[in-house]
């Protein structure tokens, strides 16, 4: 989203993470996406770090305003927040507590976003910020897991901040399917 937002053109190539390209390995052996191989050859393979490159690049409406504030509830988003949401998320896997105990800790993180939000329409204020393009996906993937509770749970702002990313153009323009990408034959 990052990338659209400045107006950075990439190649987009779409792949099957259990079918990963001999290329992509090569330019980023630990085998995850995104990844993104830059013009002089340096290769950024983590979301937020990709997104921080563009915004330094073009910031037309300020989304690193308060960056030392993102950063802090971004970085409570990728550590407990996440660990939470993939327990819930896959909590076949993780029988060792029942899935309302693995909801609840990621609870605690809803909260934070919601006093926020009750404030004002973004996390860190009336704008939009690389927190709130960096934690919706999150949020979203939560809100996935079980979406009759969370239409129902104590979170009308975070509901209403989701419902806005989601239907907004920017969300909407780089969620298009794309073909899974082949190399070319030698």
């Known amino acids: 989203m990052a990338l659209r937002y400045v107006a950075i053109d990439v190649e987009i190539r779409e792949i099957v993470l259990r079918d990963k390209p001999r290329h992509m390995l090569e330019v980023s052996p630990k085998g995850t996406v995104p990844v993104l191989v830059l013009a002089d050859g340096t290769v950024i393979d983590e979301s937020l770090d990709i997104m921080r490159w563009a915004l330094h690049q073009n910031d037309p409406d300020g989304w690193l305003h308060e960056e030392a ?91 209403s901040w989701l419902e806005r990313w989601l239907a907004s153009t920017l969300f909407l323009e780089v969620m298009q399917k794309q073909p899974p990408w082949q190399p070319l034959p030698p």
């Open 69 to 159: 504030r993102a950063m802090a509830l971004i970085a409570d988003n990728d550590g407990p927040f996440k660990t939470a949401l993939d327990r819930y998320k896959y909590s076949d896997r993780h029988p060792e507590q029942p899935v309302a105990v693995w909801r609840a800790m990621g609870e605690t993180f809803l909260q934070v976003l919601e006093d926020h939000l009750q404030q004002q329409p973004g996390l860190l204020g009336s704008a939009t910020s690389i927190a709130d393009v960096a934690i919706f996906p999150f949020v979203r993937q939560f809100a996935m897991v079980d979406s009759g509770w969370f239409a129902a749970a104590p979170y009308p702002a975070l509901r």
